[in-house]
């Protein structure tokens, strides 16, 4: 595949071009495996995990990343599962930096060594988002399902700042730990990191068949807005912080992926090209493989990523909605596990008949729901003891 410079390639752009849905993809989610230690109970990966005979072999990830810079791509997110179980993550990593891809490292950091962060600072790694689940060791432990995974993300932190890498913390929040946020702002600063991610739980997949355990309530979501606006300017200038609420809660639904196969993709580690990392919790749609066809062909006619672009297919109210071409009707994956119907109104939108009925239902669980996990695993899940 192409060894093309970064100057030759196509400007990637946010905004599509006059009566297009889409532009060029800026940033690709790259799913190398779904293997993983941990066994987070919102984990993104689907039910379904992919078997790890399954995977893209070295060379057809090799080509893929090709295929990303000739179609414009600027940034590769190296993911999982754990990025970190694949032997050969330094030859992508390598090779994205070859065909003039920023790359970006997204880990648990359990399996991380000091010389691996090295060897991956020297392939051309530009950044590495590590994901904490508390800041409290015991707790952090008990939420990944892995014991001793919380001092190891500590010493990865270090290796990271140390090989001269960008360091983004990355906090999943939910019912069960959003009571340690402010531990966990001064624990990213202590860090040395220049980015704070705190994202509120968003119920598909894992986390919608543990949402009885997670959902927060709604005088935790009031606190945490507050410690957000408090954090962001105390440490302006050495922290940024981005900020999810949580669905249930909002009147608006979030502007999800940017809109469906409008920016950017995320690969599975079987190869199937998909707009956003939940979109295979969808029945009935067929997404298409990079082992049969070109990105190129997939970002333009893969019927499932065609199906929900634009603003065409909206059904009442978004249709005649002034915030359609903000939100682009939020979220298709919530859409279809609350209402079976991924052309639904996303129900985060207060104008969703089925809204006030999911506020209910984050209210009553958020109150009454259990705190006992399933833990995400390739068997479908465990509960724990
Ligand atoms: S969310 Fe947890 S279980 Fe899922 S891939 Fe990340 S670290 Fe592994
Ligand atoms: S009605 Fe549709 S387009 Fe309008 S705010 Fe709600 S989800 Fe967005």
């Not at 399996?111 to 015991?138: E, K, M």
């Amino acid at each position: 595949m192409s060894e093309t410079a970064a100057a030759e390639r196509p400007a990637a752009s946010l905004s599509p071009e006059a009566g297009r849905t889409h532009g060029l993809p800026v940033a690709v989610l790259a799913e190398l495996t779904h293997r993983c230690p941990l066994q987070c109970p919102y984990c993104s990966n689907p039910l379904e995990l992919d078997r790890p005979k399954d995977e893209l072999s070295t060379a057809e990830w090799q080509r893929v990343l090709g295929e990303m810079a000739d179609l414009g791509v600027l940034q590769v997110h190296f993911s999982g599962g754990e990025p970190v179980v694949r032997r050969d993550l330094g030859d992508l990593v390598r090779r994205a930096s070859e065909v003039g891809l920023y790359s970006n490292l997204i880990t648990s950091a359990v399996g991380l060594t000091r010389d691996r962060v090295f060897a991956l600072a020297d392939a051309g790694l530009a950044h590495v988002q590590i994901s904490f689940q508390a800041s409290d060791a015991a707790l952090a432990n008990r939420i990944g399902g892995y014991r001793h995974g919380h001092a190891q993300k500590h010493l990865a932190a270090g290796w990271v700042r140390e090989a001269g890498l960008a360091l983004t913390v990355n906090a999943v929040m939910h019912r069960q730990n959003l009571h340690e946020l402010p531990q966990i702002v001064d624990m990213a600063v202590t860090l040395g990191a220049q980015r704070l991610e705190v994202a509120n739980v968003q119920y598909y997949g894992w986390a919608l068949k543990n949402r009885a355990a997670l959902m927060p309530t709604r005088a935790q979501v009031a606190e945490c807005d507050r410690v957000v606006e408090e954090a962001r300017e105390r440490f302006r200038g050495v922290l940024t912080i981005d900020y999810v609420t949580p669905d249930y809660y909002a009147d608006r639904p979030k502007t999800c992926m940017g809109g469906w196969g409008r920016q950017v993709f995320n690969i599975s580690p079987s190869g199937k090209v998909l707009p956003c990392h939940a979109a295979e919790t969808i029945t009935g749609l067929h997404f298409d493989s990079v082992r049969d066809h070109s990105l190129g062909w997939i970002w333009e006619h893969s019927p499932a990523l065609n199906r929900y672009r634009g603003t065409d297919w909206m059904p009442a109210p978004c249709r005649s909605c002034a915030h359609k071409d903000e939100d682009f009707g939020g979220c298709r994956c919530q859409a279809f596990a609350l209402t079976g119907d991924a052309a639904a109104t996303d129900p985060a939108c207060a104008l969703s008949p089925r809204h006030a009925a999911i506020f209910r239902t984050a209210e009553v669980e958020a109150e009454t729901g259990t705190t006992r996990f399933i833990y995400r695993n390739p068997t479908g899940g465990t509960a724990e003891a």
